[in-house]
């Protein structure tokens, strides 16, 4: 069973920093496209980033880049977020996804998506 | 940016009914178009990819259809497990972005 599974989230000051974890399973790790997206409360949900299979492509949007550290350790089967200089904006709830391969259309989606970890950033 | 717009949320409809989402892009995604099911407290599900496919698992209930800037997104015949929001998303390019989200509400 294809499974991800996040964890690390916590309330932090503003101006703090947290590590996001994502344990994958049922499939092979390396083999795979992995992104982060967040969903603020009643938002709709927001890319933050993605990392090719080997680790050596690698995206995010504007708002997080200089502050959020995607990286992967394919032989733990791991997918990591380090996020630094957090603001209240931030707060969210934080999933890791499968894919996307934007390649071809029929790849460039997600199809397996962890349960969520919450992050509050709040002094 | 990409912006992705769909259809007016909340959508009011009864347990039977047929049931059209629609997204728009603001620019065209030729068919990299993707729409995910989100219920609450959940984790967003894929149901359709490239526009048309259907994920697999899910019911053939469900349809999408269109390209370039235009895509819907049908619930042929609702069901109780259906009432959730609706998310279209586009991976032409980056930043990947979603629509606002339709929520689909028992009438």
């Known amino acids: 069973q294809e499974q991800l599974v996040e964890s690390g989230g916590d309330l932090v000051k503003p101006g703090g920093s947290l590590r996001l974890s994502c344990a994958g399973s049922?499939?092979?790790?390396?083999?795979?496209?992995m992104s982060w997206f967040r969903q603020a409360p009643g938002e709709r949900l927001e890319w933050l980033a993605y990392?090719?299979?080997?680790?050596?492509?690698?995206y995010y949007r504007e708002s997080v880049k200089g502050r959020f550290t995607i990286s992967r350790d394919n032989s733990g089967n791991s997918l990591s977020l380090q996020m630094n200089s957090l603001r209240e904006e931030d707060t969210a709830v934080y999933y890791c996804?499968?894919?996307?391969?934007?390649?071809?259309?029929?790849?460039?989606?997600?199809?397996?998506w962890g349960q969520g970890t919450t992050v509050t950033v709040s002094s | 940016d990409i912006q992705m717009t769909q259809s007016a949320s909340p959508l009011s409809a009864s347990v039977g009914d047929r049931v059209i989402i629609t997204c728009r892009a603001s620019q065209s995604v030729r068919r990299y178009l993707n729409w995910y099911q989100q219920k609450p407290g959940k984790a967003p599900k894929l149901l359709i990819y490239a526009a048309s496919t259907l994920q697999s698992g899910v019911p053939s209930r469900f349809s999408g259809s269109g390209s370039g800037t235009e895509f819907t997104l049908t619930i042929s015949s609702l069901q109780p497990e259906d009432f959730a929001t609706y998310y279209c998303q586009q991976s032409y390019s980056t930043p990947l972005t979603f629509g606002g989200g339709t929520k689909v509400e028992i009438q």
């Open positions: 990392i090719g299979g080997s680790g050596s492509s690698i």
């Open positions: 049922g499939f092979v790790f390396s083999d795979y496209y």
């Open positions: 996804a499968r894919g996307p391969d934007i390649v071809t259309e029929t790849t460039a989606n997600m199809d397996v």
